[in-house]
């Protein structure tokens, strides 16, 4: 499987399923999908993740459920090696950066306040 | 994705860029229905106030507070009691409305002298109730009666009373969406930080964005409860007035409509530093992983708890939710709810129960809503934003739903198509929430699309001659044709009690004793 049909397969995933991405304010989405997509490549990797403060222990639970999700659903992540995950992973975050953020035709993204 | 032209809205070229249809292969940056305008001229919109959106849906929840309108007696009547947000105090709040009943002299000499009597006298007639919230309408905003000051006149007067105004006359905004607005704004700014709570759980949250329809938010608090974590407060739904002002103290907030309740849990994130986590509290598999990630935000010990809650819960009533998935598989449904439900619904119950949506609106949804559940839903489905009657008219004769999910205005008027609608605002019989709960929508669903009387009242009695030995089938003559025969038992029907809300107050809970913890207030 190429890796774009790779990673449109989880980005139809998350849009079906989540809905941190979908945060009301373009900067808001910026920190979400940073955050979470940012720590399920961590956790993809095999690494650590820092969940030192409230705020990114709440990213954590919703990266854990996506990359429990992503490894259950499409078994072939599991056999990935680190540095495709990491290619695999930064394409998809920049997809998504692209449908709710860079792409978005929501007209309100850019108001000031919430 | 192509944007939809009604027929009937051809002469109304604002409506243009209000509904799309999602085709093969495309995505939210396709085409995206324009959301939160003000209402075209010319089209009959369903859409409520924004004194409607802020009392009627956020703030009259609140249980334990005499809601009164300022302004015509019309403005607090309508929609009074047909909410059915229920409460575990006798349901006081929907017993109860209360307004002030402007009249002209009122507009033309002031009413600030008459908003005071009346506060008092609420207060004397109810002398158990000791906070109250006072709404601004139309009438009463024209004519600047300062009802802030009015308020600290009478919580200086009457020591042990709390007053809380919101500001959001009819006018404020394009529709309800502006209400929800304006009193999430107005009860960060003037009441969160004012009352210290109890605190008797390691673990504590918000429950945000639930308005306890038919008990939705009972249900949740006690799977909540039950995983150890402490509910600080509910906003709105069986909500405690002095609860709420307490919202800063939890350790995170957990919301379900985003539509509504999105920006209190923004400006306390701001504010205090509470995370938000949306969650959706329908559907088997969604629900279940969202209490997991509640459960993973505090611990293992919660994680365990949460676990042997989604196995029971599971075990208990996926027998029931397949008996009538296997009924309702392939029929169209169309999902029209108010905002956030389109999204909480649109894969999940195609998922679950095996029905097609073939259409969502929503009537005061933004540009977020429909991204969302655009996202969600399937190819060739219609999204609109705000539909007047005779789109949704169309759409109906267009897509020909099986069954419509909607409030009691388009429901009737579906009807009169032939169109079975199922109340999915007020409920027909909930709550929807949970497992349980999730089983009753499927049974709702399943009898308003096989009940024998859509037959009946199809057939043309304005003629002459129509049989009358003919066109009765059963609901099960209906609905079991395509069933195999070895699966036609009934015993996997919902054997829940009617009444599932009641049996759960006043339980006991066992919480995981709290640690000491810095201050946290900003
Ligand atoms: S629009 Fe104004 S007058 Fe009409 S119900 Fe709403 S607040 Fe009352």
Same mark, same amino acid.
């Given at each position: 499987m190429e890796m774009k049909e790779r990673i449109a397969i989880l980005e139809n995933y998350i849009m079906q399923r989540c809905l941190w991405q979908f945060h009301s304010r373009a900067w808001d989405r910026e920190n979400q999908n940073n955050g979470i997509l940012g720590i399920t490549k961590t956790m993809l990797l095999g690494e650590q993740p820092d969940i030192s403060t409230p705020e990114l222990k709440c990213y954590w639970v919703d990266a854990k459920c996506l990359a429990d999700g992503f490894k259950t659903k499409f078994p072939w992540v599991n056999e990935m090696g680190k540095e495709d995950i990491a290619v695999m992973m930064? @394409?998809?975050?920049?997809?998504?950066?692209y449908v709710t953020i860079h792409g978005s035709l929501n007209e309100e993204l850019t108001v000031k306040l919430y | 994705?192509?944007?939809?032209?009604?027929?009937?809205?051809?002469?109304?070229?604002?409506?243009?860029?209000?509904?799309?249809?999602?085709?093969?292969?495309?995505?939210?940056?396709?085409?995206?229905?324009?959301?939160?305008?003000?209402?075209?001229?010319?089209?009959?919109?369903?859409?409520?106030?924004?004194?409607?959106?802020?009392?009627?849906?956020? @703030?009259?929840?609140?249980?334990?507070?005499?809601?009164?309108?300022?302004?015509?007696?019309?403005?607090?009547?309508?929609?009074?009691?047909t909410k059915r947000y229920i409460s575990d105090n006798d349901n006081y709040q929907l017993k109860y409305t209360f307004a002030t009943d402007m009249k002209e002299k009122h507009v033309?000499?002031?009413?600030?002298?008459?908003?005071?009597?009346n506060i008092h006298e609420a207060f004397d007639a109810f002398p158990n109730i000791n906070r109250m919230t006072l709404y601004q309408t139309c009438a009463s905003a024209l004519i600047g009666d300062d009802m802030d000051a009015i308020a600290k006149q009478v919580m200086k007067e009457r020591p042990g009373v709390d007053i809380f105004v919101c500001n959001a006359p009819g006018f404020g905004g394009t529709s309800q969406t502006g209400g929800h607005h304006k009193i999430?704004?107005?009860?960060?700014?003037?009441?969160?930080?004012?009352?210290?709570?109890?605190?008797?759980?390691?673990y504590t949250i918000n429950y945000v964005g639930d308005y306890n329809i038919q008990g939705d938010c009972e249900i949740m608090t006690d799977f909540f409860n039950r995983m150890g974590i402490q509910v600080i407060s509910m906003f709105t739904g069986n909500g405690s007035y002095d609860d709420l002002r307490a919202m800063h103290r939890a350790d995170l907030n957990v919301l379900e409509c985003a539509r509504s309740a999105e920006y209190i849990c923004n400006e306390l994130r701001v504010r205090y530093g509470t995370p938000r986590l949306d969650i959706d509290g329908f559907g088997f598999d969604l629900l279940a992983e969202s209490l997991m990630k509640v459960a993973m935000f505090f611990g293992d010990d919660c994680v365990e708890k949460a676990k042997a809650i989604i196995d029971e819960e599971v075990a208990r009533w996926k027998p029931e939710l397949d008996w009538y998935a296997k009924r309702l598989k392939g029929k169209k449904i169309c999902l029209w709810p108010g905002g956030s439900k389109l999204w909480h619904w649109a894969h999940v119950i195609e998922e679950e129960m095996g029905v097609k949506v073939v259409s969502v609106y929503s009537k005061f949804g933004h540009q977020g809503d429909f991204e969302k559940g655009i996202a969600r839903c399937s190819e060739g489905a219609l999204a609109i934003d705000d539909p007047n009657e005779l789109e949704a008219l169309e759409a109906m004769k267009m897509l020909k739903p099986d069954c419509i999910l909607t409030g009691m205005r388009p429901g009737e008027v579906a009807k009169k198509i032939g169109i079975p609608y199922l109340n999915i605002h007020a409920y027909h019989n909930g709550p929807y929430k949970g497992f349980e709960g999730w089983v009753r929508l499927a049974r709702d669903l399943y009898n308003a699309i096989y009940s024998p009387v859509m037959n009946l009242a199809a057939i043309d009695i304005s003629k002459d001659d129509f049989d009358t030995d003919t066109g009765f089938k059963t609901r099960t003559m209906l609905s079991d044709p395509g069933v195999p025969r070895e699966e036609l038992h009934t015993e996997n029907m919902y054997t829940g009690k009617m009444d599932i809300v009641t049996p759960l107050r006043g339980k006991k809970y066992d919480f995981p004793a709290p640690e000491p913890k810095a201050d946290a207030v900003v």
């Open positions: 930064d @394409g998809l975050k920049e997809r998504i950066d | 994705m192509p944007y939809h032209t009604f027929e009937c809205s051809k002469m109304l070229p604002d409506r243009e860029k209000h509904a799309v249809i999602k085709g093969p292969g495309e995505d939210i940056t396709s085409a995206l229905p324009l959301g939160n305008l003000n209402t075209v001229p010319g089209t009959i919109t369903e859409r409520g106030c924004a004194y409607c959106g802020a009392k009627h849906v956020i @703030g009259t929840p609140m249980k334990d507070v005499i809601h009164m309108s300022h302004g015509p007696m019309g403005c607090t009547y309508d929609t009074w009691q033309v000499f002031g009413a600030e002298k008459m908003l005071k009597q999430n704004i107005a009860w960060i700014n003037n009441k969160v930080g004012t009352v210290e709570p109890v605190i008797k759980s390691k």
